[in-house]
């Protein structure tokens, strides 16, 4: 069963959070964070086979995004912290209206930034994590002088036009300058550093249990760029897997992005991983 709900957000818009129910109640809730310019209503077939799969599933707009409102301008600005600070812990208050169950929150690509600033904060709320797709984009771990010289471009642009206009030059969609201003500044240092806060010393001690998902062969986060990402959950409970579609699997081919419309075989082992970790860790140690 699917469901929709508004939610209003701090800037005066809104944004809607899609439900795929899983037969099963009392089960594990993977709320979704988007990449960089995806739109929600993108991984509706990867919600929905989650929740095919035994684990309901949620995904939502970030403001200014896909279905939200309004779209980013110049006069519609945030960075990190306000999505992962204020969005998020709105979206998961709604999610809770109706499903009470331990939250695994999935990061993919800039989702996994957004996620481990939220459990750098002061009252983290999901009980395990996945990173799907996600690294830092440091240029040292990131294809080099190409990667500085591309996201200190998007930076310098963006201060001049006040927001990133990526839906006409083809990359991360329509972003507001203090994210891009805070990614950009993240690819030239290798540091995330929303509002001037490192989030590396407040992660030291998270010890979520964390699934990481490479994509074979993705180019957006090459391994070095994830190793970098999960070396700032020293001590979470990682465990790791390269996804590579062997010939006769189903559904198409899988990058950095179109797993999300193709999740006939990541899904179920994204959902066996959920099932088995998070109801451990909202359980606690025995």
Request: charged share 20%.
């Given at each position: 069963m699917d469901a929709r709900t508004r939610i209003d957000l701090a800037d005066g818009g809104s944004t809607v959070l899609h439900v795929a129910q899983a037969k099963e109640v009392g089960g594990p809730l993977v709320l979704v964070l988007p990449a960089m310019g995806v739109p929600a209503g993108y991984y509706e077939p990867f919600v929905d086979d989650l929740a095919r799969t035994g684990v309901t599933a949620a995904v939502a707009d970030y403001p200014g995004q896909g279905a939200a409102t309004p779209r980013v301008d110049r006069d519609l600005d945030h960075g990190y912290t306000e999505v992962a600070h204020d969005w998020l812990p709105r979206v998961v208050a709604a999610?809770?209206?109706?499903?009470?169950?331990?939250?695994?929150?999935?990061?993919?690509?800039?989702?996994?930034?957004?996620?481990?600033?939220?459990?750098?904060?002061?009252?983290?709320?999901?009980?395990?994590?996945?990173?799907?797709?996600?690294?830092?984009?440091?240029?040292?771990?990131?294809?080099?002088?190409?990667?500085?010289?591309?996201?200190?471009?998007?930076?310098?642009?963006?201060?001049?036009?006040?927001?990133?206009?990526?839906?006409?030059?083809?990359?991360?969609?329509?972003q507001p300058r203090t994210l891009i201003r805070e990614w950009a500044a993240f690819a030239r240092t290798g540091r995330l550093t929303p509002g001037g806060r490192p989030i590396e010393p407040a992660l030291r001690d998270v010890r979520l249990p964390v699934l990481v998902v490479d994509l074979d062969g993705d180019h957006l986060a090459p391994p070095a760029a994830v190793d970098a990402l999960v070396a700032k959950l020293p001590s979470a409970q990682v465990e790791r897997f390269t996804f590579v579609k062997a010939p006769g699997d189903p559904g198409k081919p899988v990058s950095h992005v179109s797993f999300a419309r193709s999740p006939e075989i990541i899904g179920e082992r994204i959902a066996e991983w959920v099932l088995k970790n998070a109801q451990v860790s909202a359980s606690g140690p025995e």
């Open positions: 999610a809770r209206r109706e499903h009470d169950g331990p939250l695994v929150g999935l990061g993919h690509s800039l989702g996994g930034h957004i996620l481990l600033t939220h459990l750098a904060g002061d009252e983290p709320l999901p009980d395990a994590a996945v990173l799907i797709g996600a690294g830092t984009p440091f240029w040292r771990t990131h294809h080099g002088v190409k990667t500085l010289l591309q996201t200190q471009f998007m930076g310098l642009l963006t201060r001049i036009r006040r927001f990133w206009p990526g839906d006409r030059l083809g990359f991360g969609g329509r």
